[in-house]
């Protein structure tokens, strides 16, 4: 009795200082002959792309992707985002960029209307989007249902955007400095509120609950944001490839880290980071999406995967 009893209590504490995983991971689809160095899934739509050119798939079976049409740019693409599933926004640097779509794949497919959006980065909240340009702000645009354009305000403060994303009221994004938030409850006149300028070298973000968690080169930094005057860093983890992208589900924590593969970790407490799992993608992983029970993964010239983790 008393052997049960202490084998019970070797079991728990195991268990308490290393986290378990009750998810399985499996390869369900993977798609070649498009090199996708990033990618993004809205609805039932999967985008990836290169440096030039976009290919839009359907996720309708996520077993057999089925690509519905793709695009040429003629200047690099930065970013892209897909409104009313039919309006595709496509940054570039260049304000003339020529964004064509390939006549080349032989079948019926999706058709989108494009747009060229001078920017290096942006992100939408409903019918909002915001563009930044790393010399002069943010633009914020009322898009309607997509084919309208209209300018709210530039917020010209904090330049020099890296990543941002919307969850209004606020708006949070890394710039050459660190962590600023911006209040956009005013959309005509957006006021930045929080500052922390402590961080070097961020590149990604993602928000879950009060915690922005931020990646910069190989560190993992997450900082607490409930008092939005007076942000607290909370914790840093550190791994040993540079962190390509993050995303978050479920208090879980995707990381991209290329040749290291996929991280999954267990961030319901932020002051202790548990891993949980690792996908080994055999080729490096340079940005991922999630979509309900899936992990879609870029993998450059190797094309794109699919993972079902439940």
């Keep these: 009795m008393k052997k049960t009893v202490v084998l019970i209590g070797l079991i728990l504490l195991i268990l308490s200082i290393f986290a378990v995983d009750n998810r399985f991971i499996n390869v369900i689809a993977r798609i070649r002959g498009v090199e ?3 990618i993004r899934v809205i609805d039932q739509n999967v985008m990836v792309n290169n440096l030039n050119q976009i290919w839009f798939y ?4 996520a077993w057999s992707p089925r690509m519905e049409t793709s695009y040429l740019s003629v200047n690099t693409i930065e970013d892209l985002d897909l409104i009313g599933n039919r309006h595709l926004y496509i940054c570039s640097r260049e304000p003339t960029n020529t964004v064509i779509e390939i006549d080349s794949l032989n079948q019926y497919g999706k058709i989108l209307f494009p747009y060229t959006i001078t920017g290096d980065k942006i992100t939408r909240e409903g019918s909002m989007l915001y563009v930044a340009d790393r010399f002069k702000g943010i633009d914020i645009l009322d898009i309607g249902s997509g084919g309208n354009r209209e300018l709210k305000s530039t917020f010209s403060e904090k330049w020099g955007i890296l990543d941002f994303i919307a969850q209004y009221p606020n708006l949070y994004a890394l710039n050459d400095f660190g962590l600023v938030t911006v209040d956009i409850s005013e959309l005509q006149f957006p006021i930045s509120i929080g500052t922390n300028y402590e961080i070097i070298n961020a590149t990604r973000l993602v928000k879950n609950g009060d915690i922005v968690w931020i990646g910069a080169q190989k560190l993992l930094i997450a900082i607490n944001i409930r008092d939005l005057n007076n942000p607290v860093l909370v914790n840093q983890y550190r791994f040993p490839y540079d962190i390509q992208d993050i995303e978050v589900k479920d208090n879980r924590l995707f990381v991209a880290l290329g040749i290291g593969g996929i991280r999954i970790l267990d961030i319901r407490n932020p002051s202790r980071i548990d891993e949980l799992n ?18 879609l993964v870029a993998l450059g010239r190797e094309g794109w995967i699919i993972y079902e983790y439940r």
């Design 36 to 38: 996708a160095n990033r």
């Design 278 to 295: 690792w996908i080994n993608t055999g080729t490096p992983a340079l940005d991922l999406a999630l979509k309900d029970d899936f992990v």
């Design 58 to 61: 359907s996720l309708f079976n």
